[in-house]
C-alpha cells in the first residue's frame, strides 16, 4: 500500500481545502507531492492524522515544538492565562518575565523587544542595525533562511516572484564557513554594510559553522563596525543560552523564535543596552516597531513554561537521543546499500541522499535528491513524520524506546525505497 492508498481522507480533505485556499495548505513549506496528510491533532512525541494513522513526530513543528505536542504544564499554563485576558495594548509582568529570562541565559542580550514570529524578529534586527550604523547593506550567508522576508532570500538572485530587484540589491551573500569571502567582501564595501546575519547552524541541511568561522566573523564585523546579528531562531534549543554559548562568542544582536513561545506564535531580538536603545519610545527618532500581538500574555506565559522545563540536563538527553536516532537512520542507510550522510548538531538532525561527503556549505547540498523524495514519502508510509527536505529533531517527549521504535520504522522505509530502486533498474 502506497501513501495515497493510506491516506483516502487526506486527499480528500485537500481536495476540499484547495477550496478556500491556494493549493489547499497556507505555508510553502509543509505542503509536498501529491498532498500532504492532514493533521487531527498531536500528543506528546506523536501526530494522528484525518485517516487516523498514528505517526512518530520527529519534525516538532519544524523544531519549535520542542517539549512535543500539548505538554500539560504548557496546557494549563495556557488555559489560566487566557481565562485572564490574551493580549493588553498596555506592558505586562509576563512579557517582562520572559525578556529577563532571556537575558539571564544569554549574556549578551541586555534587553529584548518581541514579535509574532522569527521572520518578525529578523526584519526588526535588520531595521534596528540600519537604524544604529546609518548603513544600507545586509549580509548574509548563500542558503541561509532567515523567514518569510523579502530582504533575506535563501540565495542571491532568487527571492522570487514579487520582490523588487532595488531589494535584491540591499542584500550580499557569502559562502558559509568561509571568512575569507568576508573579508574580501567587508573590505570592498567599506562603510555599507549595517549587518552580517547568520545562522550559528545552517538549517538548510544541518551544518554546523565552524567556532573559528564565528570568532572571526565577529572580530571582521568589529573591525569594520558592522553589527553581528545571530540568528538562534532554530539553535537557542542547542544549549540553555543558545549556540552561542557554546561557540563563545558574543554577537551584537540575536533573534529568537520558535522553543521560546512554547508553541504559539512568538520571535524575539534581544542585544545590548546601546544597540537595542534605537527601540527605546521615549527618545527623538526611535525606530518604530509596534505589532498588535506583540509579547501577547499568552504566549509569553507558555514561553516561560517551554523555558524552564528545557534545563541543560534534558538539552543533554534530547541530544543523546538524537545520537542515537543518527545512528539507526546512518546503519539503515548502509544496510540497505542507500549512498547518503546524517548531519546532526545537538537535537537537530538532517538527512542527504546523493552526495558523498558531509555537506559543509549550501553548495554540497542535493538539493532535489529523488532518493529523498522516495524516502520522505516511504516514511509516511511508515508513519515517520518528517520534513520532505530531510531535517528532524528530537523533543523532550521523546524517550530512548520511542527513538528505538523510530529508527526501526526508518529501516522499513529505506528497505522499500531500495527495493523500489532495484526494481527500477532492472
Ligand atoms: N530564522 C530561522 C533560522 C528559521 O529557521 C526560521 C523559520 O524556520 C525563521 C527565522 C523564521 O521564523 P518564523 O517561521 O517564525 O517566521
Known amino acids: 500500500m502506497d501513501y495515497a492508498d493510506r491516506t483516502p481522507r487526506s486527499r480528500a480533505l485537500n481536495e476540499q481545502f484547495q477550496r478556500w485556499m491556494p493549493g489547499g495548505d497556507t505555508r510553502s513549506i509543509t505542503w509536498f507531492a501529491p498532498y500532504p496528510a492532514v493533521i487531527d491533532h498531536g500528543a506528546g512525541n506523536e501526530l494522528i492524522d484525518a485517516d487516523g494513522r498514528s505517526y512518530i513526530d520527529l519534525l516538532n513543528n519544524y523544531t519549535a515544538l520542542v517539549h512535543g505536542h500539548a505538554h500539560p504544564l504548557i496546557v494549563q499554563a495556557i488555559a489560566e492565562q487566557a481565562a485572564r485576558g490574551t493580549v493588553f495594548p498596555a506592558p505586562h509582568a509576563g512579557q517582562a518575565a520572559l525578556a529577563a529570562e532571556l537575558a539571564r541565559r544569554v549574556p549578551s542580550v541586555e534587553r529584548v523587544r518581541f514579535t509574532n514570529s522569527g521572520s518578525e524578529a529578523v526584519m526588526q534586527a535588520i531595521k534596528a542595525a540600519r537604524a544604529f550604523t546609518g548603513r544600507p547593506l545586509l549580509v548574509k550567508a548563500k542558503g541561509g533562511y532567515h523567514g518569510s ?250 524517550n530512548d524506546a520511542v527513538v528505538a521504535e523510530a529508527a526501526e520504522r526508518f529501516a522499513r522505509a529505506a528497505a522499500s525505497v531500495a527495493r523500489a530502486g532495484r526494481t527500477t533498474v532492472a
Open 149 to 398: 522576508w523579502d530582504q533575506v532570500p535563501l540565495v542571491a538572485g532568487e527571492a522570487g516572484q514579487g520582490t523588487p530587484t532595488e531589494l535584491e540589491a540591499l542584500v550580499r551573500m557569502v559562502p558559509y564557513n568561509d571568512l575569507d569571502a568576508l573579508e574580501a567582501l567587508l573590505a570592498a564595501e567599506v562603510g555599507r554594510v549595517a549587518a552580517v546575519l547568520l545562522e550559528p547552524v545552517m538549517g538548510e541541511g544541518v551544518i554546523a559553522a565552524d567556532a573559528d568561522y564565528l570568532h572571526g566573523v565577529r572580530e571582521l564585523t568589529e573591525a569594520h563596525g558592522v553589527l553581528m546579528v545571530l540568528d538562534e531562531v532554530v539553535t537557542f534549543r542547542l544549549a540553555t543560552g543558545g549556540r552561542q554559548q557554546v561557540v563563545g562568542v558574543s554577537p551584537d544582536l540575536t533573534t529568537f523564535g520558535k522553543i521560546i513561545g512554547g508553541g504559539l506564535p512568538v520571535g524575539a531580538v534581544g542585544g545590548s543596552e546601546r544597540v537595542m536603545s534605537v527601540f527605546d519610545p521615549s527618545r527623538p527618532h526611535h525606530l518604530h516597531h509596534s505589532g498588535t500581538f506583540n509579547g501577547n500574555a499568552v504566549t509569553a506565559a507558555a514561553g516561560m513554561v517551554s523555558l524552564q522545563l528545557l534545563t541543560a540536563a534534558e538539552i543533554e538527553r534530547i541530544d543523546g537521543l538524537a545520537a542515537a536516532l543518527a545512528s539507526g537512520l546512518r546503519d539503515a542507510m548502509a544496510a540497505n546499500g542507500l549512498t547518503g550522510q546524517v548531519t546532526r548538531c545537538g537535537s537537530l538532525l538532517h538527512l542527504h541522499f546523493d552526495v558523498e561527503a558531509e555537506p559543509r556549505a549550501f553548495a554540497d547540498l542535493a538539493l532535489d535528491s529523488p532518493t529523498l523524495e522516495r524516502m520522505h514519502l516511504a516514511c509516511m508510509e511508515e508513519g515517520l513524520f518528517i520534513a520532505p527536505r530531510g531535517l528532524m529533531n528530537t523533543s523532550t517527549a521523546m
